[in-house]
C-alpha cells in the first residue's frame, strides 16, 4: 500500500497564515538609576501604552517606595500600614487588551513584606487601605510562604507556593465592561494554582465590577520587591496555522510509521 504525504508549504503564496503578532500593551523592567521618584525615568518602559507613570501611594512619610537595583521596592516601616504603587493608566479604556479576548499579566516576585505583598485588578483608583477590598476583581496576597487569592474581599482559593518567583495571570475575556465575565488561569513559581476550590479544572471565572481596569501593587509592614512586570495582549492562532500544524502532524506520524 502507498503513502500518500501530502506537504503544504506554509510560504506558498496560494497559503495565508494570518498569524497574529502578540502585542506588548506595557513592559516595565525598572532598568534605571536608583530613585525615589518612580517616573524619573520611563524611558525604561516599552510597549504600545509605554511612558505610564506609577501612583504611590504613601499614607506616611516613612515610606520607602523607590526603584532600588534595576527593580521596584515598595514598603514602609509603620506597622499595619499599606504602600502602594499603582499605574496610573486604565487598562480598561485600551481596545487592543481585548482584541485577541485574551491577555496576560507577569511579574516577578522578587520578596515579600512582613504583613503581605499583594496585586490587585482594582477598579478603584488610589485606594490606600486595605488594598484588595470590595472593589478589587481579582487579587493575590502572598503571605511569607503561602498564597491567598481573594474576589473582592471573599477567598476563592489559598495555597503553599514559593516564597518568590513568578507570576502569569491569563486573562480572558471579551470586553472590560462591567456585567462582562471574565476567566483566570493562574501559574507562580511554574506551579499551577487551583482557583476553583478543588472543582473540575484549576481556572476562575468572575464577571467584571465597573467598566475600568486599573493595577496595583502594595506593601504592608515592611518592604516588597517586584520586578520584570508586563501586560500583554495574546491572539488565538488562526485557522489556517492550525491546519498547517495539523498536517505537519500527520506528516509526523505518518514518517513514523513507515520507519
Not at 491546519?243 to 513514523?256: E, N, P, T
Request: proline share 3%; hydrophobic share 35%.
Amino acid at each position: 500500500m502507498k503513502t500518500i504525504l501530502i506537504y503544504l508549504n506554509p510560504l506558498h503564496p496560494c497559503v495565508s497564515l494570518n498569524v497574529q503578532a502578540q502585542t506588548l500593551i506595557i513592559q516595565d523592567s525598572f532598568n534605571t538609576a536608583d530613585n525615589t521618584d518612580l517616573n524619573a525615568d520611563l524611558s525604561r518602559q516599552s510597549g504600545t501604552a509605554s511612558t505610564i507613570n506609577w501612583t504611590e501611594i504613601e499614607p506616611k512619610p516613612t515610606s520607602n517606595t523607590a526603584i532600588s537595583s534595576n527593580q521596584l521596592l515598595i514598603g514602609g516601616s509603620d506597622f499595619g500600614q499599606d504602600y502602594s504603587a499603582e499605574l496610573s493608566y486604565d487598562l480598561g479604556s485600551n481596545s487592543s487588551l481585548t482584541q485577541y479576548e485574551e491577555f496576560i499579566i507577569s511579574f516577578e516576585i522578587v520578596s515579600v513584606a512582613n504583613s503581605y505583598t499583594s496585586f490587585a485588578l482594582n477598579a478603584d483608583p488610589g485606594q490606600t487601605r486595605p488594598a484588595v477590598d470590595d472593589t478589587t476583581n481579582f487579587g493575590l496576597l502572598f503571605l511569607g510562604s503561602s498564597l491567598s487569592v481573594r474576589s473582592g474581599t471573599s477567598g476563592i482559593a489559598s495555597s503553599s507556593t514559593p516564597l518568590t518567583g513568578l507570576v502569569e495571570l491569563a486573562i480572558t475575556t471579551a470586553a472590560i465592561t462591567s456585567g462582562t465575565s471574565y476567566t483566570v488561569e493562574m501559574t507562580y513559581g511554574g506551579n499551577v494554582i487551583d482557583l476553583n476550590g478543588g472543582n473540575t479544572g484549576t481556572s476562575y471565572s468572575g464577571t467584571w465590577l465597573q467598566d475600568d481596569l486599573y493595577l496595583s501593587f502594595s506593601s504592608r509592614s515592611g518592604n516588597s520587591i517586584i520586578d520584570n512586570f508586563s501586560v500583554t495582549a495574546i491572539p488565538e492562532p488562526s485557522f489556517a496555522a492550525l491546519f498547517v500544524g495539523a498536517i505537519g502532524g500527520l506528516m509526523i506520524a505518518r514518517r513514523k510509521q513507515r520507519a
